[in-house]
T-cell receptor, first 110, second 113 residues
Framework: SQQGEEDPQALSIQEGENATMNCSYK?????LQWYRQNSGRGLVHLIL?????REKHSGRLRVTLDTSKKSSSLLITASRAADTASYFC??????????FGTGTSLTVIP | NAGVTQTPKFQVLKTGQSMTLQCAQD?????MSWYRQDPGMGLRLIHY???????DQGEVPNGYNVSRSTTEDFPLRLLSAAPSQTSVYFC????????????FGPGTRLLVL
């Protein structure tokens, strides 16, 4: 399987703290994306980083990519209770298949 | 726009029964796909389509059939349900050109007894 893995599997923090989650993958990629899934809902796209980029920002989100280590990290700053969700990374090459990681469950305590 | 819609939201089947999970999108996206989500496994690609009349297998295609007669619809058929197919199924779509972002439906929760 080319599926990636997120680390940690679960993370619990206080509101206002920063949350960092990591994704490791196995093969060369074209893009890496992060998605959020609220309980019982579909996935929502957060941010995409291309293989030739090292860092990208979007609002309170910061994503880094290290292709030499085949890893990415997602940082959520100043977390809010509404950030409570599962977060997944997804990779793709130049083809039509996407590979999702196993997810990190984030709980933000008010 | 309704985005990506899926029906039914929840279904219970007996082993050996067949059923079709419906997926429709109103964004004129060429690419559509089906995933299953199991605890601890993330999402795994079942089948995908890059346009009407074109389908291909993903990572876990066994036990599932798909067809794509229109741009809007991409049904997933379970020919003979098995307990191992108990899962949550998500349909997704994206434009062929202009980005790799996928738009997901709300999911169908399937229980096979």
């Amino acid at each position: 399987s080319q599926q990636g893995e997120e680390d940690p599997q679960a993370l619990s923090i206080q509101e206002g703290e920063n949350a960092t989650m990591n994704c490791s993958y196995k093969t060369s990629i074209n893009n890496l994306q992060w998605y959020r899934q609220n309980s019982g809902r579909g996935l929502v796209h957060l941010i995409l980083i291309r293989s030739n980029e090292r860092e990208k920002h979007s609002g309170r989100l910061r994503v880094t990519l290290d292709t030499s280590k085949k890893s990415s990290s997602l940082l959520i700053t100043a977390s809010r209770a509404a950030d409570t969700a599962s977060y997944f990374c997804a990779t793709d090459d130049t083809g039509n298949q996407f590979y999702f990681g196993t997810g990190t469950s984030l709980t933000v305590i008010p | 726009n309704a985005g990506v819609t899926q029906t039914p939201k929840f279904q219970v089947l007996k082993t050996g029964q067949s059923m079709t999970l419906q997926c429709a999108q109103d964004m004129n996206h060429e690419y559509m796909s089906w995933y299953r989500q199991d605890p601890g496994m993330g999402l795994r690609l079942i089948h995908y389509s890059v346009g009407a009349g074109i389908t291909d297998q993903g990572e876990v295609p066994n036990g599932y059939n798909v067809s794509r007669s229109t741009t809007e619809d991409f049904p997933l058929r379970l020919l003979s349900a098995a307990p191992s197919q108990t899962s949550v199924y998500f349909c997704a779509s994206r434009p062929t050109f202009g980005g790799r972002t996928q738009y997901f439906g709300p999911g169908t929760r399937l229980l096979v007894l």
